[in-house]
Each structure stands twice: as C-alpha cells, then as structure tokens.
C-alpha cells in the first residue's frame, strides 16, 4: 500500500468505499484498490494508453530495478572485501556449524572416553573375579592334597601297628587298636610356600585371556573412535558442499538477473528509435 500520492495518480481516479480507496484507469475504466506497482503496471500494459505514458511508467521500472541492481552490486562488493579477510569471512551459519561439528566432536569423544573407562573397568572386575575363582580353586587342591596325604599317612600307621600287635606276644589281651592318629600341624599354604613368587601354569594362562580380552576391548574402543571421525568428516564435508551449491545458486540468480535487465534496456531503446 502505497501512503503518499505519486506521478501516477494523475491517470487514475480516486473513489473512497469505507476504508478502501479505489482508482479508475481514465483510458479504461480498470479498477484497482489502492496500490501503486499495480497501477504502474497496468498503465505499461494498457492498450488504450498513450505511448508516451506508457514509455514513462516503463522508464520507471527500469530505475527501479537499477536501483536495485546497484543496491545489490553494493552488497556484493562488501561481501567481497569481507572476503578478504579470515574472520570476516566466517558467517553466522558457517559459525553455527562449527558450533555444531565442535559440540558433536566433543559429544563423541566424551562418549568413547566413557566407553573405554567402563571396559575398564569390566576388566578389573573379570579379573578380580577370575582371580577370586583361581585362588579358589587353588585352595581347594591344597585341602585336597593335604586330605590326600593325612589318609596316606593314616593307613601306614594302621598298617604298622598292627604288624606290630601280630609279632608280639606279651599282650595277649585284647589290644585296643587307636583310630585317632595324633594331629599334625599342617602349613595353611604349602603349595604357595614352596613356590614363593611364581605363579602357576593356570594363573599365567587366566593371565593371558585376561590380557588378550583387554587387547580385544582396547582395538574396539579404537574402532569406534575412527567411525566416530570418519562420521564427522562426513558432516563436514556436506556442510562445504552445501555452501558451494548455494554460493553457485547465487551467482546464478545474479548473473540471469543481469540478462533480463540488459534485454529490457534493448527493447526500450529499440522502441526509443
């Protein structure tokens, strides 16, 4: 809506309804509710207007649009100096993306950071389990054995006392044969005494499972981290190609825009002559 009065005006008549205001072409009789780009172009496409009206409201079109091609070489060229320039030359989307690559990088390496300190931490409990279970185990060879030797031993006796009671012959009584062999204290670790500080063929076995799953855990944590980078990239390399598409979608506009007005400063010289 177009509030002050201009040059075309003066070919159109004024009519109030209400809180409309109307205009009348004076060569036609077309009506418009009050809007001067539609009367101008109306009066550069009007049949029954005069030529030289019709070469003015053209005339003005064509300010208009050079007005508007100048306003737009302005803005390019301070585009172009902001160009040369690193910092300038970073938009606020641009800065949003970085914002947003930064934010997702350091979400990623936040996740595999926790990843890997959670298989670490699943390390250290196998392995204090597998640990618990092999000294376990170990234990119980040890009572075992040490029930093994203590029958051993208890039949040797039984067997010598009662060689014993069949060669003699003063007790000719009846002979109390002593089941209950006199207690001997047994050392609680004797297998771990003997060996000291070395460790058995199965320790050093649930070792190298151990060591082999933390290897196995290590390289996927790694993998992780390469997919998790390669991902990035990816992002990264989308956002370079959408600048580039929107930068050539640009230059494009501009440049058919150029044509069109250099093809209406054609025709309009064309029907100047």
Not at 101 to 106: A, E, G, I, L
Request: aromatic share 8%.
């Amino acid at each position: 809506m177009v509030k002050k009065c201009g040059i075309v005006w003066n070919y159109y008549n004024k009519k109030v309804d209400g809180s409309q205001v109307i205009a009348f072409c004076k060569f036609c009789d077309h009506s418009y509710i009050q809007n001067a780009a539609r009367m101008e172009r109306h009066l550069e496409r009007c049949l029954k207007c005069p030529g030289e009206v019709r070469r003015q409201f053209i005339q003005v079109r064509n300010d208009k649009r050079s007005n508007k091609a100048n306003f737009l070489g302005i803005k390019i060229n301070d585009k172009q100096r902001k160009q040369e320039s690193s910092l300038e030359r970073v938009t606020d989307m641009e800065l949003e993306g970085l914002n947003d690559w930064h934010y997702k990088n350091r979400y990623y390496v936040d996740e595999i950071s926790e990843t890997i300190r959670q298989c670490d931490a699943k390390i250290m409990i196998q392995s204090k389990d597998k640990s618990r279970a092999s000294q376990d185990s170990n234990v119980q060879s040890i009572r075992n054995d040490r029930n093994t030797t203590i029958r051993t031993k208890d039949s040797n006796r039984t067997d010598k006392e009662m060689a014993k009671i069949d060669e003699s012959e003063e007790h000719k009584g009846t002979i109390r044969h002593k089941r209950s062999l006199p207690t001997r204290r047994i050392s609680r670790w004797p297998l771990l005494s003997i060996r000291g500080a070395g460790y058995s063929p199965l320790q050093n076995k649930i070792y190298q499972e151990q060591l082999s799953e933390s290897r196995a855990l290590r390289k996927i944590a790694e993998l992780e981290l390469r997919r998790k980078t390669l991902e990035l990239e990816r992002f990264q390399w989308e956002f370079e190609k959408d600048k580039a598409q929107s930068e050539i979608r640009w230059a494009y506009e501009m440049r058919m825009m150029q044509l069109q007005e250099e093809h209406e400063r054609k025709l309009i010289d064309q029907n100047k002559n």
